[in-house]
């Protein structure tokens, strides 16, 4: 309702049986994330959101701001991870799940805030919906602007905002390369 996450979500709003089928599908995952060797998370199915959504924001600007770089990166990275084996294999040693579990954490740690955190890590995004990778959420804005002094500064942000993309998923390829190497 209008109350989720605000200041009126309060537990007059609770129904019993919302919060028994959220309870058990948060608990089912718990479970089954706690019950694994290996941290079931799919990186690449994650990072393929990731790129998805840049591949979208390029298309949608079109040759009117430079994505190549950015596309060289993601596409740098994908073909890592697919040559990559993250999974478990049966009798693989326990330093060897506790190195993939922490790499596999690390990752989630880089992408996850680039796909949805808008502020600080640290900050509290608030509860309204939002556009996948803010860092590029002015794409639209900056296609439909008119007025050329907004637009050269959509354009400066924008370049901005590239750079750091292109900078935070190089980063993430530093990562799957240095876990290969090791």
């Not at 009126?8 to 919060?19: G, I, N, R, V």
């Not at 190549?68 to 990275?77: K, S």
């Not at 008119?146 to 292109?166: F, G, M, Q, T």
Request: charged share 25%; hydrophobic share 45%.
């Amino acid at each position: 309702g209008w109350w989720w996450h605000t200041e009126a979500d309060t537990t007059d709003k609770l129904a019993p049986e919302f919060l028994r089928r959220d309870t058990q599908v948060l608990l089912a995952a718990v479970f089954k994330a706690c019950s694994v060797p290996v941290v079931p998370l799919d990186l690449a199915a994650g990072f393929a959101e990731l790129a998805g959504h840049i591949r979208a924001y390029a298309a949608m600007a079109g040759k009117q701001l430079d994505f190549m770089p950015l596309l060289g990166e993601v596409t740098r990275v994908e073909k890592q991870l697919a040559h990559l084996g993250l999974a478990a294999r049966p009798g693989q040693d326990e330093k060897s799940v506790n190195r993939l579990n922490r790499f596999i954490r690390r990752f989630e740690r880089m992408l996850v805030p680039l796909l949805y955190v808008q502020g600080p890590l640290t900050g509290h995004d608030p509860a309204v919906r939002q556009l996948p990778v803010p860092l590029l959420e002015e794409v639209p804005a900056f296609i439909a602007e008119k007025d050329p002094h907004r637009k050269s500064a959509y354009a400066v942000l924008l370049r901005r905002r590239l750079n750091e993309c292109v900078m935070r998923v190089s980063e993430i390829g530093g990562l799957l390369s240095s876990f290969a190497d090791e």
